[in-house]
């Protein structure tokens, strides 16, 4: 089976690793991105932090590769593609929908971090951390012309631990994800591939993410503010609060029930320790960053 990738993440380069050692699979091609490009919610141009050099990987293995610059309704881009006759096209860190052309080219399958169809839409796995879900995965399915509403080709879970951070249920994530389509896409190719519908009544949606995002609510109790902060550190650009006109990044925390008494935002330290008041108790602030600026021994953020 003839297969064109589109990818431009870690993960991505991971999957197209993988699909280059399957039997059945031919890679004909690689679609990527540069590390910051427009998307449709974002017009003004996004980062992606977790890109990979796809060009450089496709260069050594003898693969052509294409950079998407104007976006995927790009004519001259699918009519390069087309000339690649891909049998299916995997999609594995990605950032844009695919058009109905290029799903009519071939068949689509895209690989999204969750246990579909719930948690569909942007960072799933942040926002499940982020809701202070317990169990989480990943879906490979056939790309349809909804967000992440193709049917099933299959799923692995994975539990959300109290240690865990965005990074570490990642990486567990991704070796979940290539493990689907090492066992999947050679039955694909062999026709033996079942695919299951989706259940509608399941489905939650969930919007993209920005930096912005990442503020801090010191109004929530301090598990969500614990949740939200591990859902956003490294890799990404972290959990935040402000100290006047200074942003203060947040990259861990952990729930504590012997702070001293603190209102809402206050922070102060104590034997070596920083701490922060919730509107339910209380957070100790691990590791913190503000560039330029010294907490001190006590204070408010807001």
Request: with cysteine; proline share 7%.
């Amino acid at each position: 089976m003839n297969v064109a990738f589109l990818g431009t993440t870690r993960f991505g380069l991971r999957c197209l690793e993988a699909l280059a050692r399957l039997p059945d699979c031919r890679l004909v091609g690689a679609i990527a991105a540069p590390p910051t490009f427009p998307i449709s919610y974002r017009p003004e141009g996004v980062t992606n932090v977790l890109h990979a050099d796809v060009p450089a990987f496709c260069e050594a293995n003898g693969l052509p590769c294409l950079l998407v610059r104007d976006g995927m309704r790009d004519e001259g881009l699918l009519g390069e593609v087309e000339r690649w006759r891909p049998q299916a096209l995997v999609v594995a860190g990605w950032f844009h929908m695919l058009p109905k052309k290029w799903r009519d080219l071939a068949p689509a399958y895209g690989l999204h971090a969750s246990l579909l169809p719930d948690y569909s839409g942007g960072a799933p796995l942040v926002w499940a951390m982020i809701n202070g879900e317990r169990r989480t995965g990943i879906t490979l399915f056939q790309l349809a012309g909804g967000v992440d509403d193709g049917p099933i080709v299959g799923q692995a879970a994975t539990d959300i631990s109290a240690d865990d951070t965005i990074g570490t249920l990642y990486a567990r994530i991704e070796t979940l994800g290539v493990a689907l389509l090492e066992q999947h896409v050679p039955l694909l190719a062999q026709g033996r591939a079942r695919l299951e519908p989706q259940d509608e009544r399941l489905r939650r949606t969930f919007p993209q993410r920005g930096p912005e995002d990442g503020l801090i609510d010191w109004t929530w109790p301090a598990a969500r503010i614990h949740d939200f902060v591990r859902a956003q550190t490294r890799p990404y650009p972290g959990a935040f609060t402000r100290l006047g006109q200074t942003r203060v990044t947040v990259w861990a925390t952990r729930l504590t029930d012997d702070a001293p008494l603190l209102a809402l935002g206050e922070y102060a330290g104590r034997d070596g320790r920083l701490f922060a008041g919730a509107g339910v108790g209380a957070l100790e602030l691990l590791e913190v960053e503000a560039v330029g600026e010294r907490l001190g021994a006590g204070g408010r953020f807001g």
